[in-house]
């Protein structure tokens, strides 16, 4: 059985801060995948990134960053210097072969401006 | 362009009278599956299906149904809606690999009367 924990039900913060989502995951697979989606407010599913459980780089995209850490169990995602159109809200979620995604509760990130 | 569409976007129904969410995929992905959404908890899964006439259940399965006679599409079927499933759906498709992207429709919001 899969279970994500996203503690932060909603977080608001000051456009131009940082922010952290964080994400813990379980899982028995040894080999799995973790996703995160961004849920805007005119609610479509956007995909943002995907990581393989045997890679533990950090990844960077913009003003996204991504800390993997599988000792810990843990994905979490970093905006820098937060912006308007950040306000959305954010789902972690594994993935395995035989095992379609399953989503943690989310966090509703506002950005205030 | 790949799309995964779904249909219609919004329903109003009543109590106990069938209705169907269709779902089309053009990406000749074999794997399909449905979500429903509501406020505080996430996304959960309620079929999926591997490939044609492969279907199975996914965590909240009570008061649907689902066929995959072709693999391009996977509907959802309710056949007597009741209150508690109003929600937002999600149909969604993938390859066969566990790293590979799910790709959303844009959701069905239905509401039962």
């Known amino acids: 059985a899969q279970k994500v924990t996203q503690a932060q039900t909603e977080i608001s913060v000051v456009e131009k801060e940082d922010v952290t989502l964080d994400c813990v995951y379980e899982?028995?697979?040894?080999?799995?995948?973790l996703f995160w989606y961004k849920q805007p407010p005119s609610g479509e599913l956007v995909f943002l990134i995907r990581?393989?459980?045997?890679?533990?780089q950090n990844e960077i995209s913009g003003r996204y960053s991504w800390n993997f850490q599988k000792s810990t169990s843990s994905f979490n995602f970093t905006i820098t210097a937060s912006q308007v159109v950040d306000s959305a809200v954010y789902f972690c979620a594994p993935q395995t072969g035989a095992n379609n995604l399953f989503f943690g509760t989310g966090t509703r990130l506002t950005v205030i401006p | 362009e790949a799309q995964v569409t779904q249909n219609p976007r919004y329903l109003i129904t009543v109590t106990g009278k069938k209705l169907t969410v269709t779902c089309s995929q053009n990406?000749?992905?074999?794997?399909m599956s449905w979500y429903r959404q509501d406020p505080g908890l996430g996304l959960r899964q309620i079929y999926y299906?591997?490939?044609?006439?492969?279907?199975d259940k996914g965590d909240v399965p009570e008061g649907y149904k689902v066929s995959r006679k072709e693999k391009r599409n996977f509907p959802l079927i309710l056949e007597s809606p009741s209150p508690n499933q109003t929600s937002l759906y999600f149909c969604a498709s993938r390859g066969g690999s566990g790293s590979d992207i799910q790709y959303f429709g844009a959701g069905t919001r239905l509401s039962v009367l």
């Open positions: 899982t028995r697979d040894t080999t799995y995948y």
């Open positions: 990406m000749n992905h074999e794997y």
């Open positions: 990581r393989n459980s045997f890679d533990e």
């Open positions: 299906s591997m490939n044609v006439e492969v279907t």
